[in-house]
């Protein structure tokens, strides 16, 4: 049996309680500056919130900067999660969403899930429906009379481009004076 309870994942729209106490428990590292870092995070969680529809799935957060952030299922290429000795302490973790953006770090987190890995495997069967959706049925290389063609171009453009290359050896040879060199 699934050690996991099954979640409707279209009514998670908020986090786990837990990631309150999870971002007061980090302000305190913050020494002196423990009220404005508490202050912050209390603002963060109260004003977090996710979205998961047919499209893709949001979040947003901030009261005096707003933050929103939406993606769709096709754009996702990767999914990770993460939890660090608090946060599995206390029963949470993140689910960090990747795209094709080149930067290096998760276009999104979602954060203060208890349900993290049900999130993951949801995410994982929306992205890859929405691929199988929208991907174009590959065409095999040697297929049809068309593909035919467009190999015999390749292969006259290549051999063009051989014997502008050997014309081009023949000439640089004949400036330098070489073995090659013909008047």
Same mark, same amino acid.
């Given at each position: 049996?699934?050690?996991?309870?099954?979640?409707?994942?279209? *009514?998670?729209? #908020?986090?786990?309680?837990?990631?309150?106490?999870?971002?007061?428990?980090?302000?305190?590292?913050?020494?002196? !500056?423990?009220?404005?870092?508490?202050?912050? %995070?209390?603002? =963060?969680? *109260?004003?977090? =919130?996710?979205? !998961?529809?047919?499209?893709?799935?949001?979040?947003? $957060?901030?009261?005096? !900067? &707003?933050?929103?952030?939406?993606?769709?299922?096709?754009?996702?290429?990767?999914?990770?999660?993460? %939890?660090?000795?608090?946060? #599995? $302490?206390? +029963?949470?973790?993140?689910?960090?969403?990747?795209? @094709?953006? +080149? %930067?290096?770090?998760?276009?999104?987190?979602?954060? +203060?899930?208890?349900?993290?890995?049900?999130?993951?495997?949801?995410?994982?069967?929306?992205?890859?429906?929405?691929? +199988?959706? *929208?991907?174009?049925?590959?065409?095999?290389?040697?297929?049809?009379?068309?593909?035919?063609?467009?190999? /015999?171009?390749?292969?006259? @453009?290549?051999?063009?481009?051989?014997?502008?290359?050997? /014309?081009? =050896?023949?000439?640089?040879?004949? =400036? &330098?004076?070489?073995?090659?060199?013909?008047?």
């Amino acid at each position: 049996m699934d050690d996991h309870p099954t979640i409707d994942i279209d *009514r998670l729209d #908020r986090p786990h309680p837990n990631l309150l106490k999870y971002y007061l428990l980090a302000s305190i590292l913050a020494g002196p !500056f423990f009220p404005l870092a508490a202050l912050t %995070s209390f603002l =963060r969680y *109260r004003t977090l =919130r996710y979205r !998961f529809d047919d499209e893709g799935v949001s979040m947003r $957060w901030g009261v005096l !900067f &707003r933050k929103d952030i939406s993606l769709t299922y096709a754009r996702l290429q990767d999914i990770h999660l993460e %939890s660090n000795v608090v946060e #599995r $302490w206390l +029963g949470l973790g993140r689910v960090q969403l990747q795209t @094709a953006s +080149g %930067s290096a770090k998760a276009e999104m987190v979602i954060e +203060g899930l208890e349900e993290y890995e049900q999130v993951r495997d949801y995410l994982y069967s929306r992205m890859r429906g929405a691929r +199988g959706q *929208r991907a174009p049925a590959p065409r095999s290389p040697g297929s049809g009379v068309h593909a035919r063609e467009e190999l /015999a171009e390749v292969a006259s @453009a290549l051999r063009a481009t051989a014997d502008e290359l050997a /014309a081009l =050896r023949k000439t640089l040879a004949g =400036r &330098r004076g070489g073995p090659d060199s013909h008047p």
